[in-house]
């Protein structure tokens, strides 16, 4: 058989899965990438002597792709897996701040978060039973069902009996930072995904999991460490502009078949610079860039209705840092009520701060109200907050305070938007789709972009009729599409 070949656009979470996936099967791959280092949007920068991850990133136990990806690129010991669920939620609504905790028993589903839901202190008696009541109606829809995704899940959840309260102190409370989207504002569709699969899957499958050194160690170094072992040609700073296939003559079709033995026929031209460019030809393309970007990319006809990708929109998250010249939190993390404040950690550890100050970070997610403002009213308005949470805040002194924003951090999860979000195939042999964004089943996280790269992988090979390793793929749900 002829040596195959694949250039992978994007250098995310999506693009270097998919590359050590074709790589693994036999391909010659280079992996292209615009930025001068791969991660896509979780990474990590400097900022004096602190390393700063751009974001507070999580993952759950359920997220199993993503696990993978990390014992890939040899990264597994680099993260922090709770042993349970626990969430400190700290309410400061009343009079006196009340702490409560979501978190499990070893019990079987639905009873390992009976006990924690029967004493959670922020829903009285009656909120809580009908907790439990929609709980079980959710557990009985299906996610995939195309209905689900044209309802808002604050819509269903009232008619189920969910009160304003209940939402803002439980739903929305797992929603907003699993989602980027309030309830009203979410598919039911997705929603049902991130509650039937984290809470109502497995006991463990929503112990939550996160990086404990910097995500560029992971997602940057270890990641690129993988890809040379796997002989992939990593090229940075090299942004792809077009897309073409070499005989122009042969019209974009659709079918499964892969390109034939007569060489390669995609032709992917790049930027390496002010006025400089180069060429490169490929059996294989996977477009693991923003669906924007991939939009601009594809050749006309590629897909049945392209525009649609310009359709799915983009939500932000903005995160606060702070630093502190003294300890002012104990938990790891925590989730807050009756402030503006969702969830707060503790970054000082894998940030190299020294000399007994604490880091804390902010990550506040559907924060299209908050995105643009002035660093300086975002001080005024979050400083007294984390005094409120944080009595041993009042008398500490500010070292430093600054904001990440990310615009466009996920895609939009409205009502809709599975209809929109296309499979890995497009209709030009040979040129595939990967992202958080395509049609995954799960909303934009790092397990969703994973399980594109994966997707779009599998679906290459088996187009091009190339062995590959069924092992690879072997992650419950992972269907081609």
């Not at 594109?452 to 992650?475: E, V």
Request: aromatic share 6%.
């Amino acid at each position: 058989m002829a040596e195959r070949t694949a250039v992978v656009i994007g250098g995310g979470l999506a693009g270097t899965t998919a590359a050590l996936a074709l790589a693994d099967a036999g391909l010659r791959v280079t992996l292209l990438e615009a930025r001068p280092r791969l991660g896509g949007l979780a990474f990590s920068f400097q900022r004096g002597d602190l390393t700063v991850d751009n974001g507070q990133h999580v993952f759950l136990r359920c997220c199993v792709a993503y696990l993978r990806f990390l014992e890939r690129i040899d990264a597994a010991d680099l993260v922090t897996l709770q042993d349970r669920l626990d969430v400190p939620v700290l309410d400061v609504a009343t009079p006196r701040p009340r702490l409560g905790r979501l978190r499990r028993a070893g019990l079987p589903v639905p009873l390992h978060l009976a006990a924690s839901l029967a004493t959670y202190p922020h829903l009285s008696l009656a909120e809580r039973a009908s907790v439990g009541r929609a709980a079980l109606a959710l557990r009985s829809l299906d996610p995939a069902d195309p209905a689900l995704d044209a309802v808002d899940f604050g819509t269903w959840l009232r008619e189920h009996g969910q009160s304003a309260r209940t939402i803002e102190a439980l739903w929305d409370l797992v929603g907003v930072a699993t989602l980027n989207a309030t309830a009203d504002e979410a598919s039911l569709g997705l929603a049902a995904k991130v509650f039937k699969t984290g809470l109502l899957s497995a006991p463990g499958a929503a112990d939550i999991g996160w990086a404990a050194r910097p995500l560029g160690e992971l997602h940057d170094d270890r990641a690129r460490t993988a890809l040379d072992k796997a002989g992939v040609r990593t090229l940075l700073r090299t942004r792809a502009t077009s897309l073409t296939r070499t005989d122009a003559s042969e019209p974009v079709r659709s079918g499964d078949g892969g390109p034939g033995d007569g060489g390669p026929v995609w032709e992917v031209e790049v930027e390496t610079g002010p006025g400089r460019a180069e060429r490169f030809t490929a059996d294989t393309v996977v477009l693991a860039v923003p669906q924007q970007e991939a939009h601009g990319l594809l050749p006309a006809g590629a897909l049945a209705d392209q525009d649609a990708l310009l359709r799915i929109g983009t939500a932000p998250i903005l995160n606060v840092h702070v630093v502190y010249d003294r300890q002012v939190m104990r938990q790891p993390f925590f989730a807050a009520l009756g402030s503006p404040v969702q969830w707060v950690f503790d970054r000082t550890e894998h940030s190299g701060l020294t000399g007994g100050g604490q880091y804390v970070a902010l990550s506040q997610s559907a924060a299209q109200e908050e995105i643009d403002l002035p660093v300086a009213e975002l001080r005024k308005r979050y400083l007294p907050e984390l005094e409120r949470l944080l009595p041993a805040a009042r008398e500490a002194a500010v070292l430093d305070f600054f904001v990440t924003r990310e615009r466009t951090a996920t895609f939009a999860p409205l009502p809709g938007v599975g209809a929109l979000r296309p499979g890995s195939r497009t209709r030009a042999d040979g040129v595939w789709l990967a992202g958080a964004w395509t049609a995954t089943g799960w909303p934009a996280t790092m397990e969703s972009a994973v399980r594109s790269g994966l997707q779009a992988s599998r679906a290459a090979l088996t187009a091009l009729r190339h062995p590959f390793d069924p092992r690879t793929f072997a992650i419950e749900g992972l269907e081609p599409v």
